[in-house]
């Protein structure tokens, strides 16, 4: 039973006035608004009503499986006794909340029971030396039965289930060494370890007399942390949206928990909606868009940064929920990105709210107020998310469409690989592809950290030079180096530019390939190895891409190849090659260097090659198609003499497994530009590029249709929000 609301927003008013210290120390100002009385997580007594309403109205359907769920434990519990030690934190906040609903002491005493069995189990990890689990989502739940449950324990039952859980979480914290498999991570990654449960327990035990010192401590740094990272997603999400990292298991999956959990409970325990201050959460539906892969039954995705590569789908199944709260959440102050966050919701094959916080369709008491549906029909041909380091380009929106990501420029390293210059080119099926692994990383760890995320595993340049450093990753110890980039961040998009007939866009990424910041002690000192690395790439609508890499070493003698992965086998015929996956096919034409020789490496015991060895998976459960999504083939394309300076310059075709051969093209060579002459049925293009000094080019175009003669872009475009060219400025 829920206390008397006025009575207890009196309460509220009078500490708003009372300084509140703890140790001598006076806590912060706004400290003083967190309300006396308890629920304060998720919901109190003046909400609750509110809550109760919608669970029992338009979320019945959902309250009706969570109540399922806790008759199911409740019958099993009658019949086993009491429970042993296990982490029972979601069933006993559920348990918590129908006990609520229904002011049935059977719940109540289940939800005690699943706490004491819980608040053991953290104990006996810790005896251990155990993590609990990787995420806090099942100790958080812990702490909000507690609060949920506050006025029906004993003061004895307050004291002994809080004191115990804060004494747990206080000696994981202080684990020397640290407990393995324990996420301590902060506010610049997900935030979904147990660090990320001090606010929760901060702010409902604040106030009780319960391990103050340590309360308080947790509460300030709690809040303080969730400030830092609302700050830092916000910068990740610029003015395009994104999040804490672009790898989409992540970004799409439980990295959003975190500022929407603060927002809720900041909220509820303080009367203060600070959500639309920070509107950055909002535009996650535009980056869902882009990265979106129409097909069939599910969507895909490019596989970019740590990804499995098992089958490239979407990660959807959070996606649901996650636009439900953006609805809510701000659905005033982003009328246009919570539009989109509702077409996002109808494009979903399985429209259905995720049960990792139950509770979060009971809070949504604003979703049906927010605006209609936005359907992007009228996007522009690329997007460049510039704080990403991704610029997504795509001839349309269906399963028979070309898509392609560059990965160039960004300021996120979080599960980022040395991929500067990078392109990902899928139609019909995935044709240049990132190659590599995260499957069963804890057995594959030296796949990861030696191949996969390593420059030698994506379509880019690498540049050998002889026992130069190592580039460091997660996972395993990374042995040598085969010619990568030795940083993640540094590349830098020179141009950019979109319209109906092509995309353009140039970076440079010379700095990702310099290794000065990164030596370690015992290592040789090496000069630099590379001068000059920049890409070029033009996407002539649908079907043909133009790639020019200026490439410079600081040694004639370190050997460069040209990478491209493959799904299957490719099949080389002089300077072109030829690679299938799916329904599609896609054609390659080396240009320069004109003497370049073309290599295939893969297949059986050299699928994953690197630095002079093979780095092979453990594959147990994997279908062929599994391992061909991998990417277990790729050409390299070397220059046939060694030069300090090299540009390569390449022409691809994609299209359906009809496609006998490529349109022709040849090479054109001008005083101080090279480039490409392709015909396609009656029209001609001819695109140059500067082969000295700056970025630059031009592009012609002749035909039945218009004509085109003019430089290309020298300057990035500037993109911001969803960028519907309907409301764009005349």
């Known amino acids: 039973m829920l206390p008397n609301p006025v009575r207890c927003f009196g309460i509220l008013l009078v500490l708003l006035f009372v300084p509140v210290v703890a140790d001598g120390q006076s806590l912060p100002d706004w400290t003083g608004k967190i309300r006396p009385d308890h629920p304060r997580l998720f919901f109190n007594a003046q909400t609750w009503p509110t809550v109760k309403e919608r669970a029992l109205g338009a979320e019945r359907d959902w309250y009706r499986r969570v109540k399922l769920q806790v008759d199911n434990r409740l019958a099993k519990t009658i019949t086993d006794g009491e429970l042993e030690p296990q982490d029972l934190g979601p069933e006993a906040a559920a348990a918590a909340f129908v006990f609520l609903m229904t002011e049935d002491t059977r719940y109540l005493d289940l939800a005690k029971q699943c706490l004491r069995a819980s608040v053991a189990y953290y104990e006996l990890c810790y005896e251990q030396r155990k993590t609990v689990n990787w995420y806090s989502t099942s100790r958080v739940h812990a702490i909000l039965a507690w609060d949920w449950l506050y006025n029906s324990l004993t003061e004895a039952e307050r004291r002994a289930i809080m004191s115990r859980l804060v004494l747990t979480i206080d000696r994981v914290l202080k684990a020397k060494p640290p407990i393995y498999r324990e996420n301590l991570s902060g506010y610049d990654t997900g935030f979904y370890g147990v660090r990320n449960c001090l606010w929760f327990v901060g702010c409902t035990a604040f106030g009780t007399d319960i391990e103050t010192p340590t309360v308080n401590q947790w509460l300030v740094w709690g809040h303080d942390e969730n400030r830092k990272l609302l700050a830092h997603r916000q910068q990740a999400s610029g003015d395009d949206g994104g999040g804490a990292s672009p790898t989409l298991g992540y970004v799409f999956g439980a990295y959003p928990w975190s500022e929407q959990n603060f927002f809720y409970t900041w909220l509820s325990s303080t009367g203060e909606n600070i959500a639309p201050d920070w509107p950055h959460g909002a535009w996650l539906a535009n980056y869902v868009i882009w990265n979106w892969i129409a097909a069939d039954p599910r969507p895909l995705q490019f596989g970019y940064g740590d990804t499995p590569h098992t089958d490239n789908r979407l990660p959807i199944s959070q996606l649901y929920t996650h636009m439900a709260n953006i609805r809510h959440l701000f659905g005033r102050a982003a009328p246009e990105a919570t539009a989109l966050a509702r077409h996002v919701q109808s494009l979903l094959p399985d429209p259905a709210y995720s049960s990792t916080w139950f509770v979060y369709p009971f809070l949504l008491h604003d979703l049906e107020d927010s605006a209609e549906s936005l359907v992007p029909d009228d996007l522009p041909q690329a997007r460049h998310f510039e704080t990403m380091g991704q610029v997504f380009l795509r001839s349309g929106t269906g399963p028979e469409d070309t898509y392609c990501l560059f990965t160039c420029g960004g300021i996120l390293r979080q599960h980022r690989h040395f991929d500067a210059l990078n392109f990902v080119i899928y139609h019909r099926g995935f044709l240049a592809l990132d190659s590599g692994t995260r499957y069963e990383e804890f057995v594959n760890g030296q796949h990861l950290a030696n191949y996969y995320a390593q420059t030698v595993a994506h379509n880019c340049v690498v540049i050998h030079q002889p026992g130069e450093p190592i580039a460091r990753y997660w996972g395993g110890t990374v042995e040598g180096n085969h010619g990568g980039q030795h940083r993640q961040l540094g590349s830098v998009v020179k141009a950019f530019e979109t319209n109906d007939d092509f995309v353009y866009v140039a970076g440079d990424a010379t700095a990702c390939y310099q290794h000065g910041t990164v030596r370690r002690a015992g290592q040789t000192d090496l000069p630099e190895k590379c001068e000059l690395a920049t890409r070029q790439l033009v996407f002539l609508l649908p079907h043909h891409f133009i790639i020019f890499d200026r490439v410079t070493t600081t040694d004639a003698t370190y050997r460069k190849d040209w990478l491209i992965h493959t799904a299957h086998e490719p099949a080389i015929d002089g300077q072109t090659f030829r690679a299938d996956h799916g329904d599609g096919r896609m054609f390659s034409q080396t240009l320069l260097p004109r003497t370049a020789r073309l290599t295939s490496v893969g297949g059986p015991g050299n699928e994953f090659f690197a630095a002079g060895k093979n780095w ?115």
């Open 616 to 730: 092979p998976i453990q594959t147990p459960g994997l279908r062929p198609e599994h391992l061909a999504m991998m990417g277990q083939w790729r050409v390299e394309v070397t220059p046939s003499e060694p030069r300090k300076e090299d540009q390569f310059l390449h022409v691809i075709q994609v299209g359906d497994r009809k496609l006998a051969a490529m349109d022709p093209a040849t090479l054109i060579e001008e005083p101080g530009r090279v480039g490409v002459r392709l015909v396609i049925g009656e029209e001609t293009w001819e695109v140059l590029f500067d082969a000295n000094g700056e970025i630059g080019g031009h592009i012609r175009h002749t035909g039945s249709t218009k004509t085109i003669e003019r430089p290309l872009a020298s300057s990035v475009a500037p993109q911001s929000g969803i960028m519907l060219r309907s409301n764009a400025p005349d």
